[in-house]
Structures are given as structure tokens and as C-alpha cells.
Nanobody, 119 residues
Framework: QVQLMESGGGLVQAGGSLRLSCVAS????????MGWYRQAPGKQRELVATITRSGSTNYADSVKGRFTISRDNAKNTVYLQTSSLKSEDTAVYYC?????????????WGQGTQVTVSS
């Protein structure tokens, strides 16, 4: 089994910043693509940012220039540095990873961490 554990969420004022972390644990060969998604109340889950194992990144237009995704392959960890937060960034943020295990590549999701931005 593979587990993804997010941390770093919380309550922050508009204009502030938070650093989210997600660490993968369990039995696996390696972590391939990783990403952050978010889901606001009453809305569908949406992509925030993704990063390949080699470090290529992709961002939603709504967060470009404000959020930065990075990873540490040795620690099986992905980060999301957020800044200039807005009330519309309020959501549960989920980590997603493609985990290479015996038999193939498997998609895993974390349980989520709440980010609340007060205006």
C-alpha cells in the first residue's frame, strides 16, 4: 500500500502565503508524476499544478505567478509554495501521485489539507 500525506494547510489572510507538503510512504519503486489539485465547496476538483519526475511543471492559469510546485525525489515529497493568496483559493488541496510498483503504475490520492483564505 502507498499513502500520501499532505500537511501545511491552515487559515491565512488574503495576500499571505502557505507552503504545502505531501510525502509518499509505503512500498514502491519510485514516484513518477505528482501534482496538486483542489476542491472548493460546491465545485469540482480542479488541477492546480503538476510536476514530472524530471521537474517539468504545469500550472492552472489561475495560479500562475503565485504558486510554485517543486519536489524532492530523495524524500518522495512534493511541495506547493503559495503566495498572494486570494479568497478564491480557499479549498481542500489534494496531492496526487503516480506510484511505480510491481505490476505497473498506480494512481494515489492523499486525504487533503484545508486552505482557508480570509479577506
Amino acid at each position: 500500500q502507498v499513502q500520501l500525506m499532505e500537511s501545511g494547510g491552515g487559515l491565512v489572510q488574503a495576500g499571505g502565503s502557505l507552503r504545502l507538503s505531501c510525502v509518499a510512504s509505503g512500498i514502491f519503486f519510485r514516484i513518477d508524476d505528482m501534482g496538486w489539485y483542489r476542491q472548493a465547496p460546491g465545485k469540482q476538483r480542479e488541477l492546480v499544478a503538476t510536476i514530472t519526475r524530471s521537474g517539468s511543471t504545469n500550472y492552472a492559469d489561475s495560479v500562475k505567478g503565485r504558486f510554485t510546485i517543486s519536489r524532492d525525489n530523495a524524500k518522495n515529497t512534493v511541495y506547493l509554495q503559495t503566495s498572494s493568496l486570494k479568497s478564491e483559493d480557499t479549498a481542500v488541496y489534494y496531492c496526487k501521485a503516480y506510484v511505480r510498483r510491481e505490476g505497473g503504475s498506480y494512481l494515489s490520492w492523499g486525504q487533503g489539507t484545508q486552505v482557508t483564505v480570509s479577506s
